[in-house]
Protein backbone atom coordinates (compact mmCIF):
# COMPACT_ATOMS: atom_id res chain seq x y z
CA UNK A 1 0.00 0.00 0.00
CA UNK A 2 1.41 3.50 -1.30
CA UNK A 3 2.31 5.71 2.23
CA UNK A 4 0.85 9.09 2.22
CA UNK A 5 3.58 12.34 1.19
CA UNK A 6 4.71 13.69 4.58
CA UNK A 7 2.95 17.29 4.78
CA UNK A 8 3.13 18.16 8.38
CA UNK A 9 5.36 17.65 11.76
CA UNK A 10 2.53 15.62 12.93
CA UNK A 11 3.15 12.60 10.81
CA UNK A 12 7.29 13.13 11.25
CA UNK A 13 6.53 12.31 14.64
CA UNK A 14 4.10 9.48 14.71
CA UNK A 15 6.13 7.88 11.77
CA UNK A 16 6.69 4.28 13.68
CA UNK A 17 9.15 1.62 13.17
CA UNK A 18 8.60 -1.69 11.08
CA UNK A 19 10.79 -4.69 10.80
CA UNK A 20 12.74 -3.12 7.61
CA UNK A 21 13.51 0.25 6.34
CA UNK A 22 10.98 2.40 4.53
CA UNK A 23 10.72 6.25 2.92
CA UNK A 24 8.24 8.50 3.69
CA UNK A 25 7.94 11.41 0.65
CA UNK A 26 8.32 14.65 1.82
CA UNK A 27 7.91 16.20 -1.85
CA UNK A 28 10.27 17.36 -4.24
CA UNK A 29 13.25 14.94 -3.69
CA UNK A 30 13.07 15.33 0.24
CA UNK A 31 12.19 11.88 2.13
CA UNK A 32 12.62 10.80 5.59
CA UNK A 33 13.86 7.61 6.22
CA UNK A 34 12.61 5.29 9.44
CA UNK A 35 15.19 2.99 10.33
CA UNK A 36 13.90 -0.34 12.57
CA UNK A 37 15.88 1.13 15.32
CA UNK A 38 13.31 4.34 15.36
CA UNK A 39 15.83 6.32 13.82
CA UNK A 40 14.60 8.92 11.84
CA UNK A 41 16.68 10.88 9.02
CA UNK A 42 16.30 13.03 5.86
CA UNK A 43 17.50 12.28 2.69
CA UNK A 44 17.46 14.32 -0.69
CA UNK A 45 17.39 12.33 -4.09
CA UNK A 46 18.99 14.46 -7.29
CA UNK A 47 20.15 13.80 -10.52
CA UNK A 48 23.88 15.33 -11.63
CA UNK A 49 24.53 15.17 -14.89
CA UNK A 50 22.49 12.03 -15.30
CA UNK A 51 23.25 10.22 -12.07
CA UNK A 52 21.05 9.91 -9.41
CA UNK A 53 22.60 11.36 -6.02
CA UNK A 54 21.55 11.21 -2.41
CA UNK A 55 22.19 13.88 0.10
CA UNK A 56 22.08 13.60 3.74
CA UNK A 57 20.34 16.99 5.49
CA UNK A 58 20.13 15.63 9.18
CA UNK A 59 18.79 13.67 11.63
CA UNK A 60 15.26 14.00 13.46
CA UNK A 61 14.43 15.49 15.56
CA UNK A 62 17.60 17.82 15.24
CA UNK A 63 16.24 18.81 11.99
CA UNK A 64 12.69 19.26 11.84
CA UNK A 65 10.18 18.60 9.03
CA UNK A 66 10.86 22.69 7.92
CA UNK A 67 14.32 22.70 8.46
CA UNK A 68 14.70 19.90 5.85
CA UNK A 69 12.64 21.86 3.67
CA UNK A 70 14.79 24.45 3.69
CA UNK A 71 17.78 22.13 3.53
CA UNK A 72 16.44 20.60 0.63
CA UNK A 73 15.55 23.87 -1.71
CA UNK A 74 19.22 25.53 -0.79
CA UNK A 75 20.62 21.93 -2.54
CA UNK A 76 18.29 23.07 -5.48
CA UNK A 77 19.49 26.19 -5.60
CA UNK A 78 23.16 25.11 -6.13
CA UNK A 79 22.14 22.71 -8.74
CA UNK A 80 20.40 25.20 -10.66
CA UNK A 81 23.31 27.18 -10.23
CA UNK A 82 25.47 24.30 -12.09
CA UNK A 83 26.79 22.72 -8.81
CA UNK A 84 26.84 19.48 -7.40
CA UNK A 85 25.23 19.63 -3.55
CA UNK A 86 27.41 16.42 -2.71
CA UNK A 87 30.72 18.23 -3.78
CA UNK A 88 29.98 21.25 -1.90
CA UNK A 89 29.10 19.17 1.08
CA UNK A 90 32.68 18.01 0.95
CA UNK A 91 34.49 20.82 0.35
CA UNK A 92 32.95 22.71 3.42
CA UNK A 93 33.89 19.37 5.46
CA UNK A 94 37.23 19.45 4.09
CA UNK A 95 37.79 23.67 4.91
CA UNK A 96 36.18 22.59 8.47
CA UNK A 97 39.20 20.03 8.75
CA UNK A 98 41.62 22.69 7.76
CA UNK A 99 40.25 25.54 9.76
CA UNK A 100 40.53 22.91 12.93
CA UNK A 101 44.18 21.50 11.98
CA UNK A 102 45.21 25.43 11.70
CA UNK A 103 44.28 26.81 14.46
CA UNK A 104 46.43 28.77 16.50
CA UNK A 105 46.75 26.47 18.85
CA UNK A 106 47.65 23.84 16.45
CA UNK A 107 50.30 25.40 14.78
CA UNK A 108 51.57 27.15 18.08
CA UNK A 109 51.84 23.35 18.83
CA UNK A 110 54.06 22.42 15.79
CA UNK A 111 56.15 25.13 16.03
CA UNK A 112 57.45 24.71 19.30
CA UNK A 113 57.78 20.88 18.86
CA UNK A 114 59.81 21.83 15.91
CA UNK A 115 62.48 23.58 18.54
CA UNK A 116 64.52 20.87 18.94
CA UNK A 117 67.51 22.68 19.19
CA UNK A 118 66.33 24.65 22.03
CA UNK A 119 67.00 23.44 25.98
CA UNK A 120 64.16 22.08 27.38
CA UNK A 121 64.00 25.08 29.99
CA UNK A 122 63.37 27.51 26.77
CA UNK A 123 61.16 25.14 25.38
CA UNK A 124 59.23 25.22 28.16
CA UNK A 125 59.19 29.05 28.67
CA UNK A 126 57.70 29.38 25.06
CA UNK A 127 55.42 26.69 26.14
CA UNK A 128 54.28 28.69 29.12
CA UNK A 129 54.04 32.07 27.64
CA UNK A 130 52.42 30.92 24.84
CA UNK A 131 49.70 29.33 26.97
CA UNK A 132 47.86 32.81 27.56
CA UNK A 133 47.61 33.11 24.16
CA UNK A 134 46.29 29.36 23.65
CA UNK A 135 43.80 30.13 26.13
CA UNK A 136 42.77 33.17 24.98
CA UNK A 137 42.26 32.31 21.13
CA UNK A 138 43.92 28.95 20.34
CA UNK A 139 40.61 27.38 19.05
CA UNK A 140 40.35 30.38 16.40
CA UNK A 141 41.77 29.75 12.76
CA UNK A 142 45.16 31.26 13.09
CA UNK A 143 44.38 32.94 9.50
CA UNK A 144 41.12 35.12 11.90
CA UNK A 145 43.72 36.62 14.26
CA UNK A 146 43.72 39.96 13.86
CA UNK A 147 46.36 42.56 15.68
CA UNK A 148 43.57 43.67 18.37
CA UNK A 149 42.73 39.84 19.55
CA UNK A 150 46.83 39.34 20.14
CA UNK A 151 46.72 42.83 21.87
CA UNK A 152 43.97 42.64 24.46
CA UNK A 153 45.77 39.21 25.83
CA UNK A 154 48.52 41.23 26.41
CA UNK A 155 47.40 44.11 27.86
CA UNK A 156 45.63 41.83 30.26
CA UNK A 157 49.36 40.81 31.77
CA UNK A 158 49.59 44.66 31.12
CA UNK A 159 47.17 45.34 33.42
CA UNK A 160 48.31 43.28 36.18
CA UNK A 161 51.52 44.97 36.03
CA UNK A 162 53.61 42.36 34.70
CA UNK A 163 55.05 44.24 31.71
CA UNK A 164 57.67 42.14 30.66
CA UNK A 165 55.38 39.16 30.35
CA UNK A 166 52.83 41.15 27.88
CA UNK A 167 56.12 41.95 25.78
CA UNK A 168 56.99 38.25 25.47
CA UNK A 169 53.93 36.86 24.79
CA UNK A 170 53.54 39.15 22.02
CA UNK A 171 56.95 38.19 20.65
CA UNK A 172 56.28 34.55 21.21
CA UNK A 173 53.60 35.00 19.43
CA UNK A 174 55.13 36.40 16.30
CA UNK A 175 57.28 33.90 15.87
CA UNK A 176 54.51 31.71 16.09
CA UNK A 177 52.64 33.87 12.69
CA UNK A 178 56.02 33.90 11.17
CA UNK A 179 56.39 30.48 10.95
CA UNK A 180 52.53 30.37 9.65
CA UNK A 181 53.40 32.24 7.15
CA UNK A 182 56.32 30.18 5.77
CA UNK A 183 53.74 27.27 5.62
CA UNK A 184 51.71 29.35 3.56
CA UNK A 185 48.81 29.53 5.90
CA UNK A 186 49.27 33.21 6.51
CA UNK A 187 50.38 36.73 4.57
CA UNK A 188 51.00 38.58 7.14
CA UNK A 189 52.41 38.88 11.36
CA UNK A 190 49.25 40.57 12.99
CA UNK A 191 51.97 41.56 15.92
CA UNK A 192 53.61 43.82 13.57
CA UNK A 193 51.20 46.42 14.18
CA UNK A 194 51.26 46.19 17.80
CA UNK A 195 55.06 48.11 17.70
CA UNK A 196 54.26 50.87 20.47
CA UNK A 197 51.09 49.91 21.90
CA UNK A 198 52.64 47.94 25.38
CA UNK A 199 53.86 50.11 27.97
CA UNK A 200 57.76 49.53 28.21
CA UNK A 201 59.16 47.78 31.07
CA UNK A 202 61.85 48.60 33.06
CA UNK A 203 64.92 46.82 31.82
CA UNK A 204 66.70 45.54 35.09
CA UNK A 205 70.16 43.72 34.42
CA UNK A 206 70.63 40.27 36.43
CA UNK A 207 72.06 41.07 40.10
CA UNK A 208 75.85 40.32 40.35
CA UNK A 209 78.62 40.98 42.90
CA UNK A 210 81.29 42.71 41.22
CA UNK A 211 83.14 44.10 44.21
CA UNK A 212 86.63 42.12 44.89
CA UNK A 213 85.86 41.29 48.52
CA UNK A 214 82.81 40.30 48.17
CA UNK A 215 83.22 38.23 45.56
CA UNK A 216 85.44 36.65 48.22
CA UNK A 217 83.30 35.95 50.98
CA UNK A 218 80.65 34.35 47.57
CA UNK A 219 83.26 31.67 47.23
CA UNK A 220 83.73 31.42 50.45
CA UNK A 221 80.44 30.73 51.30
CA UNK A 222 80.01 28.11 48.19
CA UNK A 223 82.69 26.21 50.05
CA UNK A 224 80.91 26.40 53.00
CA UNK A 225 77.42 25.03 51.43
CA UNK A 226 76.14 21.78 52.11
CA UNK A 227 73.80 19.84 50.13
CA UNK A 228 73.84 18.21 46.92
CA UNK A 229 76.77 17.62 45.67
CA UNK A 230 75.73 18.22 42.20
CA UNK A 231 74.44 21.37 43.64
CA UNK A 232 77.75 21.89 44.93
CA UNK A 233 80.02 21.60 42.05
CA UNK A 234 77.37 23.60 40.05
CA UNK A 235 77.71 26.54 42.14
CA UNK A 236 82.17 25.86 42.37
CA UNK A 237 82.36 25.76 38.46
CA UNK A 238 79.81 28.73 37.79
CA UNK A 239 82.34 30.96 38.62
CA UNK A 240 85.51 29.01 36.74
CA UNK A 241 84.26 28.73 33.92
CA UNK A 242 81.38 31.16 33.44
CA UNK A 243 79.03 30.07 30.44
CA UNK A 244 75.77 30.77 30.65
CA UNK A 245 73.28 28.51 33.71
CA UNK A 246 71.16 26.14 31.44
CA UNK A 247 74.37 25.36 29.40
CA UNK A 248 76.56 24.69 33.07
CA UNK A 249 73.30 22.29 33.89
CA UNK A 250 73.28 20.51 30.71
CA UNK A 251 76.57 19.65 30.37
CA UNK A 252 77.59 16.67 28.85
CA UNK A 253 80.19 14.31 29.89
CA UNK A 254 80.89 13.79 26.11
CA UNK A 255 81.64 17.04 25.24
CA UNK A 256 84.40 17.26 28.36
CA UNK A 257 87.86 16.24 27.63
CA UNK A 258 89.57 16.10 31.10
CA UNK A 259 93.14 14.58 29.34
CA UNK A 260 93.73 18.07 27.16
CA UNK A 261 91.66 20.13 29.87
CA UNK A 262 89.29 21.28 27.23
CA UNK A 263 85.22 21.77 26.92
CA UNK A 264 83.94 21.81 23.67
CA UNK A 265 80.37 22.30 22.89
CA UNK A 266 77.41 24.12 20.69
CA UNK A 267 75.74 26.87 22.81
CA UNK A 268 71.75 26.27 22.14
CA UNK A 269 71.61 29.88 21.83
CA UNK A 270 74.27 30.44 18.91
CA UNK A 271 73.54 26.72 17.18
CA UNK A 272 70.76 28.18 14.98
CA UNK A 273 72.80 31.51 13.76
CA UNK A 274 76.31 30.07 12.76
CA UNK A 275 76.81 26.36 14.74
CA UNK A 276 79.98 27.63 16.02
CA UNK A 277 81.01 25.23 18.79
CA UNK A 278 82.53 27.15 21.79
CA UNK A 279 85.57 26.00 23.66
CA UNK A 280 86.09 26.13 27.21
CA UNK A 281 89.77 25.55 28.41
CA UNK A 282 89.41 23.88 32.13
CA UNK A 283 91.71 25.19 34.73
CA UNK A 284 93.10 22.74 37.35
CA UNK A 285 90.46 23.80 39.92
CA UNK A 286 87.79 22.83 37.15
CA UNK A 287 89.22 19.80 36.40
CA UNK A 288 89.47 18.34 40.04
CA UNK A 289 85.53 18.99 40.68
CA UNK A 290 84.62 17.36 37.06
CA UNK A 291 86.77 14.32 38.12
CA UNK A 292 84.99 14.53 41.70
CA UNK A 293 81.47 14.37 40.42
CA UNK A 294 83.00 11.64 37.39
CA UNK A 295 83.27 9.36 40.09
CA UNK A 296 79.99 9.42 40.54
CA UNK A 297 78.19 10.28 37.20
CA UNK A 298 80.68 8.85 34.94
CA UNK A 299 78.34 6.44 33.25
CA UNK A 300 75.10 8.71 32.76
CA UNK A 301 75.33 10.75 30.15
CA UNK A 302 74.54 14.31 32.09
CA UNK A 303 77.63 15.78 34.44
CA UNK A 304 74.71 16.81 37.01
CA UNK A 305 72.49 14.13 37.20
CA UNK A 306 69.08 14.74 38.31
CA UNK A 307 65.85 12.49 38.42
CA UNK A 308 63.75 15.39 36.75
CA UNK A 309 62.17 15.18 33.77
CA UNK A 310 65.24 16.92 31.71
CA UNK A 311 67.75 14.32 33.27
CA UNK A 312 69.69 16.60 35.03
CA UNK A 313 70.10 19.91 37.63
CA UNK A 314 67.07 22.06 37.71
CA UNK A 315 67.57 25.89 37.03
CA UNK A 316 66.05 25.95 40.32
CA UNK A 317 68.51 24.26 42.22
CA UNK A 318 71.71 26.99 41.85
CA UNK A 319 69.13 29.86 42.67
CA UNK A 320 67.57 28.16 45.85
CA UNK A 321 71.18 27.25 47.18
CA UNK A 322 71.79 30.94 46.86
CA UNK A 323 68.96 32.21 48.40
CA UNK A 324 69.58 29.95 51.18
CA UNK A 325 73.44 31.25 51.83
CA UNK A 326 71.75 34.57 51.84
CA UNK A 327 71.92 35.51 48.58
CA UNK A 328 68.97 37.59 47.63
CA UNK A 329 67.33 38.33 44.30
CA UNK A 330 68.57 41.33 43.76
CA UNK A 331 72.09 40.39 44.98
CA UNK A 332 73.10 37.19 43.24
CA UNK A 333 71.85 34.89 40.42
CA UNK A 334 72.75 32.06 38.38
CA UNK A 335 73.31 34.47 35.06
CA UNK A 336 75.78 36.80 37.75
CA UNK A 337 79.00 34.61 37.89
CA UNK A 338 79.39 36.21 34.02
CA UNK A 339 79.06 39.56 34.91
CA UNK A 340 82.17 38.88 37.93
CA UNK A 341 83.80 37.70 34.98
CA UNK A 342 82.98 40.55 32.76
CA UNK A 343 84.03 42.85 35.36
CA UNK A 344 86.87 41.63 36.68
CA UNK A 345 88.93 40.32 34.01
CA UNK A 346 88.70 43.45 32.39
CA UNK A 347 89.38 45.78 35.80
CA UNK A 348 91.56 43.45 38.39
CA UNK A 349 93.37 41.02 35.66
CA UNK A 350 93.48 43.57 32.88
CA UNK A 351 92.23 40.81 29.82
CA UNK A 352 91.46 42.87 26.89
CA UNK A 353 87.75 42.98 26.47
CA UNK A 354 87.79 40.84 23.18
CA UNK A 355 89.59 37.90 24.73
CA UNK A 356 87.06 38.06 27.41
CA UNK A 357 83.98 37.96 25.24
CA UNK A 358 85.33 35.14 23.20
CA UNK A 359 85.08 33.15 26.26
CA UNK A 360 81.66 34.74 27.22
CA UNK A 361 80.63 32.59 23.35
CA UNK A 362 79.95 36.18 22.97
CA UNK A 363 79.89 37.29 18.81
CA UNK A 364 83.47 38.96 18.59
CA UNK A 365 84.65 40.41 15.20
CA UNK A 366 87.99 41.02 13.87
CA UNK A 367 89.24 44.54 12.27
CA UNK A 368 87.44 42.91 9.14
CA UNK A 369 84.38 42.62 10.46
CA UNK A 370 84.63 38.07 10.42
CA UNK A 371 83.78 36.07 13.65
CA UNK A 372 86.16 34.36 15.39
CA UNK A 373 86.91 31.19 14.87
CA UNK A 374 86.67 28.51 17.67
CA UNK A 375 89.92 28.14 18.09
CA UNK A 376 91.39 31.79 17.88
CA UNK A 377 93.32 33.09 20.53
CA UNK A 378 93.00 29.39 22.61
CA UNK A 379 96.56 29.73 23.47
CA UNK A 380 96.04 33.35 25.51
CA UNK A 381 92.04 31.73 26.48
CA UNK A 382 93.91 29.15 28.46
CA UNK A 383 96.51 31.24 30.25
CA UNK A 384 93.86 33.64 31.03
CA UNK A 385 91.29 30.83 32.45
CA UNK A 386 94.04 29.60 34.85
CA UNK A 387 94.77 32.88 35.92
CA UNK A 388 91.46 33.82 36.21
CA UNK A 389 90.84 30.02 38.44
CA UNK A 390 93.94 31.71 40.77
CA UNK A 391 92.90 34.75 41.09
CA UNK A 392 89.60 33.44 42.95
CA UNK A 393 91.25 31.61 44.77
CA UNK A 394 93.07 34.72 46.03
CA UNK A 395 90.10 36.63 46.34
CA UNK A 396 88.45 33.36 48.56
CA UNK A 397 91.56 33.26 50.99
CA UNK A 398 90.92 36.77 51.49
CA UNK A 399 94.69 37.73 50.10
CA UNK A 400 95.95 41.49 49.11
CA UNK A 401 94.99 41.62 45.70
CA UNK A 402 96.90 43.17 43.61
CA UNK A 403 96.71 43.22 39.63
CA UNK A 404 99.18 40.49 37.91
CA UNK A 405 101.18 41.50 35.46
CA UNK A 406 100.74 41.96 31.84
CA UNK A 407 103.21 41.68 29.63
CA UNK A 408 102.10 38.36 28.23
CA UNK A 409 98.91 39.84 27.57
CA UNK A 410 98.66 40.33 23.40
CA UNK A 411 96.19 42.59 22.17
CA UNK A 412 93.77 41.02 19.81
Not at 58 to 67: M, R, S
Not at 241 to 257: H, K, N, T
Request: hydrophobic letters at 40%.
Amino acid sequence: MARKPLTSSRQVETAKPEAKPYKLNALDGLFLEVLPTGRKRWRFRYFFLGKEKMLSLGIYPAIGLQDARGARDNAKKLLASGKDPSAERREEKAALREAHANTFKAVASEWIARQTDKAPSTRNKSQWLLQFAIDAFGRYPISEITPRIVLDTCREQEALGKLETAHRIKVKCGQVFRYAIGKGLIDSDPTRDLRGQLKTPEVTHRAAITDPAKVGKLLYDIDQYQGQLETICALKLAPLVFIRPGELRSARWEDIDLKAALWSYTPPKTRRQTGTEHLIPLPKQALAIFRQLQAVNGKCPYVFRSSGKEGYLSENAVLNALRRMGYGKGIMTGHGFRAIARTLLAERLKYPVELIEMQLAHRVADMHGRAYNRTAFIEDRTTMMQEWADYLDTLKAGAEITPLPVKHKKNL
